[in-house]
């Protein structure tokens, strides 16, 4: 098997590790544990980021079109996608962003650094 010439990237590599800090800071500031924390960044998310935005599933072009409280993750984030007419639910983990990233794409970023730390 051929080795990859290309060492795969994610969006959230593109952004200032500073900005990121600052928006998880921002989003979960008065919280106090794990649960505290994910409500926070979900509600800001909820209240900065601009939907629908362009993205990338498993390579294909998608609509994210707003986003869910997973239904079996007690710390998740599900994004609603549309491709092809049709609305998927897509784990946030599995969503590439694409530039221009929308308004208030930190915190989705600051919600991946969080979720990598549980």
Do not use: N
């Amino acid at each position: 098997m051929a080795k990859r010439s290309k060492k795969s990237t994610r969006w959230t590599d593109k952004l200032d590790p500073k900005a990121v800090d600052e928006a998880l800071e921002d989003a979960t500031v008065d919280c106090h544990d794990e649960e505290e924390r994910h409500t926070g960044l979900l509600s800001v998310i909820e209240d900065e980021v601009e939907f629908p935005f362009p993205a990338l599933v498993m390579g294909e072009k998608v609509s994210v079109v707003g986003f869910e409280w997973p239904e079996d993750d007690s710390f998740g984030l599900d994004f609603m996608c549309e491709h092809d007419g049709k609305r998927h639910r897509v784990e946030a983990r599995s969503v590439d962003l694409i530039e221009p990233f929308p308004k208030g794409h930190l915190y989705i970023a600051a919600y991946l650094q969080w979720k990598r730390t549980l």
